[in-house]
């Protein structure tokens, strides 16, 4: 992977109600650039999912791991079949009640998919966010963010603009400002490409919801 100099842009922040500023962060990533903004959760930084040089940047700047996979948010549930292969019933039906949300669902990926996101895998991490404007950036980009916590790798997630500025100041070129974002739980991960499925990461949605709403035994 190549290295990225410590000091490669000016960095804007704005805030996520200023005019033209969603047309900006998708002009940003068409370009391949990096954009951070709020999520349901703490603050994003994302990439456009198909652009592998602009997921090798997001690595980079991270001081990410490579064999770290990067999960994918989606503008919709019909976003689904722009990454997944082999969707299976239940995921429609999970997705249905439980997006958007805190619910990560593990599919088989199509070949789009960069293997920089699945760290060479052959699965892909996806979800919708309850965060209404990152849905519209999703939409308006046309494709899915391959986004992660807009933080240096193993720091503490960030949950301020000023945060993401203190990381990233002079990296990145747009830090879209939401004001503090909720923290908490970050979300299950439950994969469905194993019998019985199998949750990688408790989160918000628990064993007993997942069973209630997909009828899904586990082990």
Known sequence: MPEYPMQTTRTSCLNVEVPGVIERA????????LVCFPTDTVYGIGAHAFQPQAIERLF???RRPVHLPIPLLLADVASLEVVCAD???IAWQLAASFWPG???LVL???PQVPDL??????????RVPDHAWVRQLCGRLGAPLAATSANLHGQPPPVTAGDVADAFEGQ????VDGGVCRGGVASTVLDLTVT????????PIGVQQLMEIGGLEFD
């Open 87 to 89: 969707i299976p019933p």
């Open 108 to 110: 088989r990926r199509l």
């Open 60 to 62: 980079a700047i991270k």
């Open 26 to 33: 998708v002009d940003l990533l068409h370009r391949g650039g």
């Open 172 to 175: 990145v070129p747009l830090i």
């Open 196 to 203: 019985p499925p199998a949750i990688l990461r408790p989160g």
């Open 117 to 126: 996101v699945t760290a060479g895998g052959a699965t892909v991490a996806v």
């Open 102 to 104: 805190g619910l990560s």
